[in-house]
């Protein structure tokens, strides 16, 4: 399995010089199967790119097919979505899989407010050219992808949920855990060591430094400490600090890998938009 | 009158190496008098650091904020709930929009920061908020600035807006269509539908309504996303080119045309090339055009600081004119 990064900054897309290496996009995470098979997480403005790349494939002729898990629907993590240009490509089948937000609007619901006429020229999820599904499952779901098995859990992010994911595929276990907050970071929810455990890669909600998270208690986000706490409880190989917050220039961010990995023994990088890894 | 530019990209924000020295932060623009009062046009997300930067002026006290919004469209508002000065108790941000459907402003601009979408909805922001509804033709003031709110073409409504203040006026004419091909109504639109005689009238009137509010303005901020090119695979997007804004800026007597709202595919280096090709395009039309990029600060009808030697000598006075263009 291959995983590229195209967006990793949470909250808000930085531009500019100072978020150069690490990126300033907001959140989107491609899987590839050894087999081709392809899966992205989250539609933030990282997706853009993405949906470049995917123009000069099969997408550009509308033979393209893509999952979509959304961890929820902040903006951040949707707001790729009106200009993800597979979607204006007639013949192109796209499902976009996601928990219902609480307060009773159902996921659909939610992305049809995102596109209503107010706010976008589309008018709605009916005028994407694509075959579009919006698929709600209740987290703790598990399920298949073509190439993927995906199983889910719901995690505390402030007032509400966000879906956590466990990815697998080609034997190999990528463990999506962003926009998550635990009762404290030294004590992580069984539902995300469950995920975690043995993974060979978690992606862990890292919006703030250590030494500002108690200024920040309840905001729905995680210092970079409780990705480690995880990490090696779950005995994940690999930890990558992900949802950089739109403060943390490149700079702040190498000191967070620094401080943050004198900490532990689990290897551990932070996300940076760029090349395809190898999982 | 000084006008600074947070952000000048159309549609969505686009980090990376390619937008470094334009910006990628969408449409915001920062108006200050002579006297240092202020308004703020449109919400895009360059309204975040535009409001780091004014809150730190305030110290953390409250201040009163005044933002003209020319439509709603994710791009011109989505900075709004991370504009800080919003989250100091007392705070006042008042809001100028058009209202285009039967929702009150607040529960459309309130719509941005349902819980779905956002942590805290605006009515638990600490700032307090109250919404005026715009009609174009129908002029009004904040303090010092004179507001003409001018109709433009683009899918649900916009507005643009002639300022005029310290004497000197300038306009913001964003985001609109040109008003030819293409009459944007209240639906989605998947490319030109043909135009009724109405219609034609209809995008006539505009147009003139826009050349007769220009008339007379020193600097004019349009809309000029697309080249030629790209305008005719989109004319249905809602969104115009240099040649467009220079047609209507020459009818109008403009002094000067400034680019923005550019397309997020533009690289640093093809914004480069436009900035070239248009500056040459506008002198042999007589049209200062300057391409607007993230940072950028400019004063409106005063080119520069001229210090003249006294005229009589003996009288020992330095005039220190501003030259008005």
Redesign the interface.
């Known amino acids: 399995m291959k995983l590229r990064f195209w967006g990793v900054?949470g909250?808000?897309?930085?531009?500019?010089?100072d978020?150069?290496r690490y990126?300033?996009?907001t959140t989107s995470v491609e899987l590839v199967s050894n087999a081709g098979d392809r899966l992205l997480v989250d539609l933030g403005?990282g997706a853009?790119?993405l949906a470049k790349q995917l123009m000069g494939s099969e997408f550009g002729k509308g033979k393209g097919k893509l999952p979509i898990l959304l961890s929820h629907?902040?903006?951040d993590h949707i707001?790729?979505l009106?200009?993800f240009t597979p979607f204006f490509i007639k013949g192109n089948e796209i499902r976009i899989m996601g928990a219902d937000?609480?307060?009773g609007?159902s996921l659909e619901a939610?992305l049809q407010?995102?596109l209503?006429?107010?706010?976008?020229?589309?008018?709605?999820l009916e005028?994407l050219?694509a075959g579009v599904s919006i698929e709600s499952f209740v987290p703790g779901a598990s399920f298949e992808l073509p190439g993927f098995v995906v199983a889910t859990a719901a995690v505390p992010h402030?007032?509400?949920w966000t879906t956590a994911f466990r990815i697998t595929a080609d034997g190999k276990v990528v463990t999506f855990l962003s926009d998550v907050e635990y009762p404290s970071p030294d004590e992580p929810l069984p539902q995300a060591l469950a995920l975690a455990q043995d993974a060979d890669l978690v992606i862990h909600d890292a919006m703030h430094a250590d030494r500002d998270y108690d200024l920040r208690k309840g905001?729905?986000h995680s210092p970079a400490r409780a990705g480690v706490v995880v990490a090696e409880r779950a005995h994940a190989k690999k930890l990558a600090l992900f949802h950089h917050s739109?403060d943390a220039t490149d700079e702040m961010i190498d000191e967070v890998v620094a401080r943050t990995a004198a900490q532990t023994g689990v290897p551990l990088f932070a996300a940076a938009?760029g090349a395809y890894l190898d999982v | 009158m000084q006008l600074t530019f947070w952000g000048v990209r159309g549609?969505?924000?686009?980090?990376?190496?390619a937008?470094?020295r334009y910006?990628?932060?969408t449409s915001c623009v920062e108006v200050r008098s002579g006297s240092g009062e202020c308004v703020i046009v449109d919400a895009g997300?360059g309204m975040?650091a535009l409001g780091n930067k004014l809150a730190g002026e305030a110290g953390g006290q409250p201040r009163p904020y005044h933002v003209l919004l020319s439509h709603?469209?994710?791009d011109h508002?989505?900075g709004l709930p991370?504009f800080s000065p919003a989250y100091v108790p007392g705070t006042r941000i008042s809001v100028y929009a058009l209202v285009?459907?039967a929702?009150e402003l607040n529960q459309?601009i309130g719509?941005?920061t349902?819980?779905?979408?956002?942590?805290l909805p605006l009515e638990s922001v600490p700032a307090d908020f109250d919404f005026h509804q715009v009609e174009p033709g129908v002029d009004f003031t904040i303090g010092v600035f004179h507001i003409s709110p001018i109709a433009l073409n683009h899918?649900?409504g916009s507005v643009g807006y002639r300022i005029d203040a310290d004497g000197v006026s300038w306009a913001y004419v964003a985001d609109t269509a040109p008003f030819d091909q293409v009459l944007h109504k209240?639906?989605?639109?998947?490319g030109p539908e043909p135009l009724s005689a109405g219609d034609k009238t209809a995008l006539d009137a505009m147009r003139a309504a826009l050349v007769e509010r220009l008339k007379g303005v020193d600097t004019v901020v349009y809309d000029t996303h697309f080249l030629p090119e790209e305008y005719a695979r989109f004319p249905h997007?809602?969104h115009s080119t240099p040649d467009q804004a220079l047609d209507i800026c020459a009818e109008a007597s403009v002094r000067r045309l400034v680019l923005y709202h550019h397309a997020?595919a533009h690289t640093d280096d093809q914004m480069d090339q436009i900035a070239a090709s248009y500056l040459a395009k506008g002198a042999t039309r007589g049209i200062e055009v300057l391409t607007s990029f993230?940072g950028m600060s400019i004063p409106v009808g005063v080119e520069e600081m001229i210090v003249e030697e006294p005229t009589h000598p003996g009288t020992g006075v330095h005039a220190i004119p501003q030259v008005p263009k």
């Open positions: 900054r909250s808000f897309a930085m531009s500019g010089r978020y150069l990126g300033g996009n403005t853009t790119e629907t902040h903006l707001q790729g009106p200009f937000p609480i307060g609007l939610t407010n995102q209503a006429p107010h706010y976008s020229p589309l008018n709605g005028n050219a402030g007032n509400m905001w729905g739109p938009e | 549609s969505y924000p686009v980090p990376g190496a937008t470094v910006g990628g932060q997300t975040r709603v469209h994710w508002i989505q991370f285009t459907a929702e459309v719509g941005i349902r819980h779905e979408f956002f942590p899918p649900f209240q639906h989605f639109l998947s997007y809602g997020p993230e």
